[in-house]
């Protein structure tokens, strides 16, 4: 066995401890710690690290490719403390929204889905911010070639019985998801092609921010419908027609 003399020795040793040292702990080299400036910032100014996602989301609320039916109703995506540069941005040139129905045309009476997508044109994570009372509303008006509601019913809406004063609204919250670069979330509303009639007998038990309930009364008659898809997105800035959060797309009832 080869000895080493006591000089050799010690800088053998000093050698030995150094590269352990710098040794990773389970393989491969460990890069340099981030700054916090190169750290993604979540909607409360956290760092994001630990699981999450772009933009410091939770992962199950951005994507490439998210389904808002489910994504919105989870606790994850809930937010209370939305930046303030957040409140009325202008996403015109970075997001595009659009609604195509799954069928040219419906029968009168008959059904159709209508796919409301939100893509991201921009080359950077894009959060969007939804109101909830208390879930995701998306609903659906049609209007007439004279631009006047095709399916609501012609009289007035009754007034409730002198029974006390109603349940006071749920207090509103707000959902954020982070789209990808290019990425879309897409949601799927169901509409009848029918007239509404005021339904009194479905007023007790139908939460007060859903407005006075109706139900259905007959098909529509055949024609050509304008639908506007009146969403819950927030936190943008937009004209007095609504033109990001309310998009539209035309229906043949035939």
């Known amino acids: 066995m080869r000895i080493l003399r006591p000089a050799l020795q010690g800088a053998a040793i000093l050698l030995a401890l150094a590269t352990a040292l710098q040794a990773p702990a389970c393989g491969g080299s ?19 690290e630990g699981g999450a996602a772009e933009g410091g989301a939770p992962s199950v ?10 994504v919105l109703v989870q606790s994850a995506c809930e ?6 540069d957040a409140k009325q941005r202008d996403v015109s040139a970075l997001l595009a929204v659009t609604a195509s129905p799954s069928s040219p045309g419906v029968a009168p ?3 159709v889905d209508v796919i409301v997508t ?5 080359q ?13 509303r998306f609903t659906i008006e049609a209007y007439t070639s004279t631009n006047k509601r095709a399916e609501m019913p012609k009289t007035h809406q009754p007034q409730g019985k002198n029974d006390g004063p109603p349940p006071d609204p749920s207090a509103p919250g707000t959902a954020q998801v982070t789209l990808s670069p290019g990425g879309t979330a897409s949601v799927k509303i169901g509409w009848d092609a029918v007239r509404l009639r005021w339904a009194p007998e479905l007023l007790k038990g139908t939460p007060p921010e859903q407005g006075y309930p109706t139900a259905p009364a007959g098909p529509l008659p055949k024609g050509k419908y304008l639908l506007k898809v009146i969403t819950p997105l927030t ?15 035309t229906i043949t009832v035939q």
């Not at 939100?118 to 921009?122: D, E, L, P």
């Open 124 to 136: 950077a994570p894009l959060p969007l911010a939804f109101t909830l009372d208390p879930t995701p």
């Open 61 to 70: 609320c951005t994507g490439a490719s998210l389904d808002l039916a489910n």
């Open 30 to 48: 460990k890069p340099a710690p981030k700054s916090p400036d190169d750290l993604p910032t979540t909607a409360d100014g956290g760092t994001g």
């Open 109 to 111: 009476g008959g059904h």
């Open 235 to 249: 936190g943008i800035f937009e004209g007095s027609d609504h033109e990001v959060s309310t998009v539209k797309t």
């Open 118 to 122: 939100y893509t991201n044109k921009s």
């Open 79 to 84: 937010v209370t403390n939305l930046p303030a």
